[in-house]
């Protein structure tokens, strides 16, 4: 039952990440199309983070009062109705509340499918590691690479439909969680819904920084980042069709070198982060990488060639980042402190995201797509030396990160 378990977990989320990827290609260009205008297509991506903010701690009590397979399989059909919501919609009111209902259904996937997979093989008495299973981000690219190159197909045709493609596909899901998900082992919790489980991550992560200065430092460097990629994974398709005339299909093919390159950067991170010798140096020079690439797109007008070299290494660098802060932080944080600081840490990077997609959607909206990445350039530029005050771990130069 152990291999049964785990091959349908790595089925599902292959197949999840191949029919989120088909919308990844033309999100924006279809909002686009909709009439809306960049600061609008920012507010509704707004309404999803606020929306999983909102719902994590109150769809986790689901999953404990009706079981994690209940609750993926209610994910997966709330995730149905939300891209259905996308694809009859027509206004941005619409896709608010698209959002809002797949923020739902993504909090109660997320969690609950990591818990079923680890009490499902307890239960089955598996001996083996989970390093090796919860290795999703090679599933995830490959899935994804696939999925937004058939988006990009069926969209040549009618931007609405990669949404009913992608809405048929989680349908399908929710019966292979129905079907072929087992539980038996699952007993009913006590169900509470509460705020303090937040207040809690938030106190205790708060004292905790406050004594570890190099840790909180590093979660404001990781909210900082989030909010700087936000102008660029946004108005990346829109700039291009608008200034390099690309076709729905090459945008396709843009963002599968999107992915390779992302995918690239991460399995260079170990070489990376040896050659540096410390993991803040390694970070540091990526970072300067990725601000640079930023802001030769914000300042200059380029032609094609230029313009896709420096947009896909500031992907690559990106790519190296994630591994790299991963370590950094891990690094630093006490066993019987970690699962509070890392929940502290995602949320700060929510806040950074949302904050970003504001900011950088009015001056979009105000001034131009590049302008938005010149700040942001800018902005990553700055909050490096920043950074540099962050003291080193204590570890050999020669560490690698975690993937």
Not at 371 to 384: C, D, E, F, H
């Amino acid at each position: 039952m152990s291999k049964r378990t785990i091959f349908i977990f790595i089925l599902f989320s292959f197949l999840m990440n191949f029919f989120l990827g088909i919308l990844f290609t033309t999100y924006s260009v279809f909002l686009k199309e909709k009439s809306l205008n960049l600061l609008e297509m920012n507010l509704v991506n707004f309404s999803y983070m606020a929306g999983i903010v909102l719902f994590e701690i109150p769809t986790g009590a689901i999953a404990d009062l009706w079981g994690r397979k209940r609750s993926v399989a209610l994910g997966c059909l709330v995730m149905t109705l939300s891209f259905l919501v996308y694809f009859k919609g027509s206004s941005l009111g619409f896709f608010i509340l698209a959002e809002l209902i797949g923020a739902f259904g993504s909090t109660c996937i997320n969690g609950a499918l990591e818990a079923w997979v680890v009490d499902s093989l307890a239960h089955y008495q598996y001996q083996g590691g989970l390093d090796r299973i919860f290795r999703r981000e090679e599933i995830k690219q490959v899935a994804i690479l696939f999925g937004c190159l058939l988006g990009a197909f069926i969209a040549q045709s009618n931007l609405s439909l990669p949404w009913l493609f992608a809405a048929i596909g989680f349908a399908i899901l929710s019966i292979l969680v129905i079907v072929f998900f087992k539980e038996e082992y699952f007993q009913k919790s006590q169900i509470k819904f509460s705020l303090e489980p937040i207040k809690k991550i938030a106190s205790e992560s708060i004292q905790f920084g406050w004594k570890k200065r190099s840790i909180m430092g590093l979660m404001v460097f990781g909210s900082i980042l989030a909010l700087v990629v936000q102008p660029l994974n946004m108005y990346w398709n829109i700039y291009s069709q608008d200034n390099y005339h690309f076709s729905i299909m090459e945008l396709g093919f843009l963002f599968a070198g999107i992915s390779i390159l992302g995918y690239l950067g991460s399995l260079a991170s170990k070489g990376w982060s040896r050659y540096f010798g410390q993991e803040k140096n390694s970070i540091i020079a990526s970072q300067l990488i990725t601000a640079a690439a930023i802001l030769v797109l914000g300042f200059f007008r380029l032609d094609l060639a230029p313009y896709l070299s420096f947009f896909l290494l500031h992907e690559l660098s990106r790519g190296l980042i994630k591994p790299l802060y991963r370590n950094c932080l891990n690094q630093r944080i006490k066993s019987a402190n970690r699962a509070t600081v890392l929940s502290f840490d995602s949320m700060i990077k929510t806040g950074g995201s949302a904050l970003g997609l504001i900011i950088m959607g009015l001056i979009a909206n105000r001034f131009s797509i590049q302008a938005a990445w010149m700040v942001s350039g800018l902005i990553l530029l700055i909050s490096i030396p920043f950074f540099l005050g962050i003291k080193n771990g204590k570890t050999k130069a020669n560490k690698t990160p975690l993937n």
